[in-house]
């Protein structure tokens, strides 16, 4: 049993390091559009906080939708199916391909979003405004790229191939530098797009990344078996059916959790720039501390979906158990990195001292949020290794928007309770829907694992 668990850290060690070091390098980008952004100015980092709030919850639409495919295929893969890879990969740029018209035309039509907002007693900043309209504007061409990037991404991760996917981000987080700071700041003889350059080098990121990864899985030799799979169906709607019906409730499940930030951003836009500001600044801290129990899940759902395909659940089991141990002791790790170094952390993204006070008290709760987002991410990932989708979705809308919004509203912006502390009482609400959603998702976890052996590798056949 010992040797077992060693073995299973190796495992989750050798999938989740590049799955880590792609979700950094990914992270990092927005983390450099931010640092750029802010030291441009304050109008910019306000304008880039607003149209992230926007792009992020439906873009990570159509990526939860995506996402399934990686257990679908470590599934396959355990099973010795490999012949269906290719298929499913099909079908999966099929629906990227939908996605995408979607999302951008909704990112186009974003100024009527964010004028939901605005109001004559709470208006929010006009170039404020048109900076995080354009933004969208900008990036909404690179989302057939990103979308169809991932696509490809989860079939190389489903083969418990992770490197490809790192050394790609990590390529794209290079170039992603010259290229903002030559549109931000108006080098080689183009104009300062400020805020606005960041969208536009997104997009131009997002299509080198494709192009790297579908040049990958068309030479790489591991891959030459998918690649040679005769074509059936150019469009399989079977197929296509069941990677929606169960990414559908992860995509929705990606959307509540990210809306719900975008629904915080433009809550406190009439409070200010500073106040954006600083929570733009902490929320990039969490997406980049995000990055390490999002790759320590992945690796979790990928050989839940192989040790299931193999036919082996209770090697399966300890394999969440391992993965959840290890996300808490981490969060714990982190936690006291934050709290230790705030003021150095702080400080790269800004020196504006307003701007600084709110952050040093919201990144205290920050490290507060780690434990619980830690362990819900993967909690959730396990499932997802289980085929287990429509909880996450259950749980994530009653955690985030039955508990985490109000509570965070009526702390943030009412005096039902106490005088309105604006960002730092949706934090706290944010805190308190975690800590909802970790306890849900491990018990659900639980549930499932207690199921008879046969029902268990039924659903995870499917």
């Given at each position: 049993m010992k040797q077992h668990y060693k073995y299973e850290i190796k495992n989750l060690g050798k999938l989740a390091v590049p799955v880590l070091i792609a979700q950094v390098s990914q992270t990092a980008i927005t983390f450099v559009d931010t640092i750029m952004a802010g030291h441009y100015s304050k109008t910019a980092l306000s304008g880039v906080a607003i149209a992230v709030s926007i792009w992020l919850p439906t873009v990570l639409f159509g990526q939860g939708l995506l996402t399934v495919l990686t257990p679908i295929i470590a599934n396959l893969n355990g099973a010795a199916k490999r012949d269906q890879v290719a298929n499913h990969t099909r079908q999966g740029v099929v629906i990227a391909l939908f996605l995408s018209v979607l999302i951008m035309l909704i990112l186009y039509h974003s100024d009527q979003l964010i004028g939901l907002r605005s109001s004559a007693d709470h208006p929010i900043d006009p170039e404020m405004m048109d900076v995080a309209v354009k933004f969208l504007r900008a990036i909404m061409w690179g989302v057939p790229a990103f979308l169809l990037f991932l696509v490809y991404r989860n079939q190389c991760e489903g083969l418990s191939n992770t490197k490809p996917a790192m050394v790609i981000i990590f390529i794209a987080l290079l170039a992603n530098i010259p290229i903002n700071y030559v549109l931000i700041y108006g080098k080689l003889g183009l104009p300062a797009f400020g805020g606005v350059g960041c969208g536009i080098t997104a997009a131009i990121i997002?299509?080198?990344?494709?192009?790297?990864?579908r040049l990958y899985t068309l030479s790489t030799a591991s891959q030459r078996d998918i690649r040679e799979?005769?074509?059936t169906k150019l469009v399989d709607f079977k197929v296509i059916k069941n990677i929606v019906m169960l990414g559908m409730p992860l995509?929705?499940?990606y959307f509540f959790e990210m809306?719900?930030?975008?629904?915080?951003?433009?809550?406190?836009?009439?409070?200010?720039q500073v106040t954006v500001a600083a929570h733009q600044i902490i929320f990039t801290i969490s997406s980049l501390t995000f990055a390490i129990p999002l790759s320590l899940g992945v690796a979790s759902s990928i050989r839940v979906g192989?040790?299931?395909?193999?036919k082996k659940p209770s090697l399966a089991k300890q394999t969440a158990y391992v993965s959840l141990a290890i996300s808490l002791a981490i969060a714990v790790v982190v936690a006291l990195i934050l709290v230790i170094f705030r003021t150095p952390i702080i400080n790269i993204f800004t020196g504006e001292a307003d701007v600084i006070t709110i952050c040093l008290q919201l990144i205290i709760l920050l490290a507060i949020y780690q434990a619980f987002d830690y362990l819900q991410v993967v909690a959730s990932n396990v499932l997802r290794g289980y085929k287990d989708t429509k909880s996450?979705?259950?749980?994530?809308?009653i955690s985030y928007w039955g508990v985490g919004l109000p509570v965070g509203y009526i702390l943030g912006l009412t005096d039902l309770i106490m005088q309105p502390i604006g960002a730092a009482g949706f934090w706290i609400g944010i805190i308190l829907g975690l800590a909802v959603a970790a306890f849900l998702l491990i018990a659900r976890m639980i549930y499932i694992q207690k199921q008879p052996q046969e029902i268990i590798l039924k659903r995870a056949s499917k």
């Open positions: 997002f299509w080198l990344m494709f192009g790297l990864i799979t005769q074509l995509a929705l499940a809306s719900l930030f975008a629904m915080i951003a433009l809550l406190i836009a009439p409070l200010g192989f040790l299931l395909g193999n996450i979705f259950y749980i994530t809308l």
